[in-house]
């Protein structure tokens, strides 16, 4: 079963709205979590890095401000893209998990639709 | 340049044909290497990890060559069912970096 359960699967906005995306570990505790972002016929391209208790750590040329990312529990990260407009639609997805030598999880990922 | 290059593809291919993908990595210090298969809207999956020895795993056959820089896939007698994207994928302390994917289409 999932061990990365990621909430909402699709989304639809009108531009100017904000939304929430909600990433949780499921029955391990992650200190760290990640954000991607996939446009089409792209690759995933890291966004932040999400720590749990403090401020996350955003890729170059992310806005933080836009991209507002909470991680107030061992198990559950959210982003919020705020004020989003139609060159924010793409697929977000998450992944925490472990270690330097071994494969990280993913979540479902969001398919997020700015109209 | 990017920090994980792989050709894009497409590679079209018969069944049972063998398919090897490439890919190269920038960062020297990178301590893992994994490859990802990918569906169509759908999150990545491992596939493999990549170790120094090279390894198997039935008809996926994995390398790395650290002094190049340079990961392979072997896939051989291709399924239709292997039709997907690979991504090759580098972890240098701790998050994951992707190369662009190579897609694989396998036809009957």
């Known amino acids: 079963g999932a061990v990365v359960s990621q909430h909402p699967s699709r989304v639809i906005c009108k531009s100017g709205t904000s939304v929430k995306i909600e990433c949780r570990s499921l029955?391990?505790?992650?200190?760290?979590m990640f954000w991607y972002r996939q446009f089409p016929k792209q690759s995933l391209m890291l966004m932040a890095t999400s720590n749990e208790g403090s401020k996350a750590t955003y890729e170059q040329g992310v806005e933080k401000d836009k991209f507002l990312i909470n991680h107030a529990s061992l198990t559950l990260s959210t982003l919020t893209v705020t004020s989003a407009h139609p060159e924010d639609s793409s697929f977000y997805i998450c992944s925490a998990g472990g270690s330097w030598n071994t494969e990280a999880f993913f979540g479902q990922g969001t398919r997020l639709t700015v109209v | 340049r990017k920090e994980v290059e792989q050709d894009p593809g497409p590679f079209n291919v018969p069944e049972g044909a063998t398919v090897a993908f490439n890919c190269t990595y920038s960062?020297?210090?990178?301590?893992?290497f994994f490859w990802y298969r990918q569906d169509c809207r759908k999150e990545p999956k491992l596939l493999m990890s990549v170790y120094s020895s090279g390894n198997e795993d039935g008809r996926f056959t994995a390398q790395l060559n650290r002094a190049s820089q340079y990961i392979s896939l072997l896939i051989r007698d291709s399924k239709l069912s292997d039709s997907a994207t690979y991504l090759c994928v580098v972890r240098p302390a701790g998050k994951l970096i992707f190369g662009q994917g190579t897609t694989l289409q396998v036809k009957p």
């Open positions: 029955d391990f505790q992650a200190t760290t």
């Open positions: 960062n020297s210090a990178s301590q893992s």
